[in-house]
């Protein structure tokens, strides 16, 4: 067994602490306690130490995209946003032909098994295509359908391994019967719906349990129509995404769904190809879009995902929402572990977790990032 050690400020139990000293042994986190100096041999972290990020909701990054359906493309993308801070992640697929969705969940599946060198494939999120035409945002209208059970079961055996979610609207035909037959193998998430209040409590009575992105492709918060956003809000348990890149929901927005339900909100990127790419015209499935200003735009306007990154997602929070940082770490970590189905190894710094780690600067800057002990090299 190779044991090493990480030193710093680091959060922990729910709080940031000087002087902790974490113990690695091969993938896993053996030991962590408080220590006065850094052992000799040991990593000291310039910055905090903090869990790596789970990402529920990404499509892409580096050029790359989860639909490109290539080995290729997923080790890119991972690759990409391990060096942003992602260490566990939900690849994302959007609504397309059958055959294309194939080739992208069987290109995931095969990536996951091979291990890459990037942030670890914990999941598959299928965003769409049982989904609202109306609140179809970028996703591609003609490959929107009806739901079918036999499409997804066999999209599920291309990765029994993987944590499934998926996005659906419930006004969909075939969307309550394909969440009461798969409720207990996959997450499904309520988004790009047109369906108001009731149809989401609905839904999450069927067995629904999570929103996506928060406010973006759905019925807003009206005080006489509280819409899917208040459904969300006033559930116990259900869960929701959050697109914090100050575009896709006001900064004041974020701080109040922080603050209303700080256990219940997972941080995403919603990232797409562009991603760590220099402005410019990029392809989204079959559209073209636009990168100008920090977001990704079709040509009549509409928003088509983000460029963010986890670990800007987490600047924005503390910078533009004003959260303190001991709030926000849980929502880029330990909620989106949760939702994954992997809260029992990630999302944490504690014994018996792996060994995923980010040190951040004071500037949020990424300054290493540990994939199950190992250091992700620049
Ligand atoms: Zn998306």
Known sequence: MSYHSIFGRAFVAGELRDGVLITI?????????????APSGSYVADGVIVPGFVDVHVHGGAGADFMDGSRDAVAAVTRFHAGEGTTSLAATT???????????V??????????ATGAQICGVHLEGPYISIARAGAQDVASIRPADIFELSALLAEAPHLRWMMTVAPEIDGVRALIEHFRDRILFSIGHTA??????????????????HLFNAMTGLDHRRPG???????SIEATAELIADGVHVHPAVLRMVALTMPHRVALITDAVRACGMPDGKYKLYEHEITVADGAARLNDGTLAGSVLTMRQAVQNMVELAGLPLELVIPLATEVPARILGVADRKGKIAPGYDADLVVLTERFEV???????AMLSS
Request: hydrophobic share 45%.
């Open 367 to 373: 300054s290493a990032t540990y994939l199950r002990g």
């Open 106 to 115: 069987s290109a995931i599946a095969r990536a996951s098994r091979a291990g």
């Open 25 to 37: 042994a091969d993938q896993q986190i053996i030991d962590v306690r408080d220590a006065v100096h």
């Open 228 to 234: 899917a956003v208040g459904a969300a809000l006033t």
């Open 94 to 104: 959007l609504s397309a032909s059958r055959e294309h969705l194939h080739q992208a």
């Open 195 to 212: 369906a108001d209040y009731a149809g989401c409590v609905a839904a999450l009575e069927w067995g629904a349990s999570h929103f996506t």
